[in-house]
């Protein structure tokens, strides 16, 4: 799991340990697995999902208690914004300006579209999964099934599982392809289920939202997300800017959402030197 995705997770922790008890729930809270199962498929019925999506993607399904073994081994994040800009940032610049040039026709028209600039979308994209290169390799549904089984946080995750199989049952992905973190995030810049079926847009046009492998798809989206939480086009993302609360939409983290700032800041300027010359 990436520190980007590690900082998301660990906030929620962190509001878990001010209510009581919450943190140390380590048992299930509803029986045993099978018959909680049942509920869930009963549930994606009543919901419309089909027959057909919901013994594909839960039939056999089981638990997996290293994804809670991880869960509950987060820790408190201690890293400053220097420090975790310092390690982040540096090591992606580079090709974050490869990614720029490399899909400057595509992200002009992405910006044109939703108003979001090019390096902002870069940025976020290099610090999620270093471009695609580390999107994550859990079953999503057997991660968000164990999720919630749990305790901790049985009612998010059980929405998110729902969530998930209706990207399977409107025909994006099936459920061997939904691969991602083990808390459940999807894709490229790391979707939960519920944010892919809100945003998620197909802009390679081929009919499906697939953000795990279509790069158009991926830049769109994101940019989707940030515009559906009210980015103001034309205008700075800096600390202390409406399209700065608007980032940490996406990562309530202050010290991960100044990075995406600074790196996008590092990326734009690039953009309008070159432009200059």
């Known amino acids: 799991m990436s520190l980007s995705r590690r900082l998301r997770w660990l906030l929620i922790g962190l509001a878990l340990t001010a209510i009581p008890g919450a943190a140390m729930a ?7 697995f099978d018959s909680w ?11 419309g999902i089909s027959a057909g999506t919901v013994q594909s993607a839960l039939g056999g399904i089981a638990y997996d208690r290293s994804i809670i073994a991880r869960d509950h081994a ?27 040039q490399q899909h400057g026709a595509l992200l002009s028209r992405i ?23 580390d999107n994550g390799k859990y079953p999503t549904i ?24 209706r990207i399977i049952d409107r025909g994006d992905m099936n459920a061997a392809q939904m691969h991602g973190a083990w808390a459940g995030e999807i894709g490229q810049t ?32 994101t940019a989707n997300y940030l515009k559906g939480y009210g980015w103001h086009r034309g205008e ?3 600390e202390g800017t409406p399209n700065f609360d608007v980032l940490l939409q996406w990562n309530a983290s202050q010290v991960y959402t100044k990075t995406v700032a ?8 690039d953009t309008a030197r070159d432009s200059e010359r």
């Open 262 to 269: 600074y790196f996008a800041q590092q990326l734009a300027g």
């Open 236 to 238: 700075p993302w800096g």
């Open 37 to 47: 199962l049942a509920g869930v498929k009963q549930e994606a019925a009543g919901q």
């Open 190 to 221: 790391q979707f939960l289920p519920s944010s892919y079926l809100k945003f998620a847009v197909d802009y390679d046009g081929n009919g499906r939202r697939d953000l795990i492998h279509s790069v158009p798809d991926v830049l769109a989206s």
């Open 142 to 165: 057997r991660a968000l099934a164990t999720l919630a089984y749990d305790c901790r946080r049985a009612e998010k995750f059980r929405g998110e599982l729902l969530a998930a199989l």
């Open 26 to 32: 380590a048992a299930p809270c509803d029986g045993d």
């Open 111 to 133: 910006e044109r579209q939703f108003g979001v600039p090019s390096a902002v979308i870069v940025a976020i994209w290099g610090l999620e999964t270093d471009f695609g290169a």
């Open 74 to 100: 987060q820790g408190v994040f201690h890293q400053s914004f220097e420090q975790f800009s310092g390690r982040m940032v540096p090591p992606r610049l580079g090709r974050g300006r490869r990614m720029m």
